[in-house]
């Protein structure tokens, strides 16, 4: 019998919700819609956003929760040709910060990007959507001596909060996922 594309994944859900040295955070589920741990591609966001907090004990991060950020990405990953079952969308910071992730949000949160990236054995590129998913990537790589290291494209982040014009942003999104739908 085949593990669910999810069952790896969840299991690093519960440590990074329960900390061993601090208050227990929110982190969402991942979406059963995703190609889970079978994904060629990884979406990294920066952190869980408002719209994802608000749902709860039943959030996931995916494409289909409300708010802009989340429509923007939508339409971009259609229009890109990337598969749903292709990606998984998770955030480079797992946990709710309410706010921009800092230098030490993103050194607090790298073991947890490399145990992502260990259960993740498919993935063939990663997208970085804004400066802080991007950043941790890098500090990831170039801090880990023995990082498995895959194609990186950026793209600004699809917040209206960011000020890069909207076509741009779609463009940029729309190109970085074909070219690592294309990988």
Do not use: C
């Not at 991942?30 to 079978?38: N, T, V």
């Not at 790589?141 to 890069?164: M, W």
């Amino acid at each position: 019998m085949t593990a669910s594309p999810l069952q790896g994944l969840n299991e690093l859900l519960d440590p990074w919700r329960h900390p061993g040295f601090g208050p227990e955070r929110f982190v969402p589920g991942f979406d059963p819609r995703s190609g889970g741990d079978r994904s060629t591609v990884l979406v990294l966001m920066e952190s869980p956003g408002p719209a994802t907090i608000a749902q709860g004990t039943t959030a996931i991060s995916s494409e289909d929760n409300p708010g802009p950020t989340a429509t923007a990405f939508r339409a971009a990953r259609i229009e890109s040709g990337l598969a749903r079952e292709q990606y998984l969308r998770w955030n480079v910071v797992p946990w709710a910060l309410r706010r921009s992730p800092t230098v030490s949000d993103l050194e607090e949160a790298r073991p947890a990007l490399g145990q992502l990236l260990d259960v993740m054995t498919e993935i063939r590129a990663i997208v970085t959507f804004g400066t802080p998913a991007l950043t941790g990537v890098m500090r990831h790589f170039t801090l880990n001596n023995d990082a498995r290291i895959v194609p990186v494209l950026a793209a600004p982040h699809p917040s209206p909060a960011n000020a890069t014009r909207y076509t741009e942003k779609h463009l940029r999104a729309v190109i970085a996922l074909r070219h690592a739908a294309a990988l």
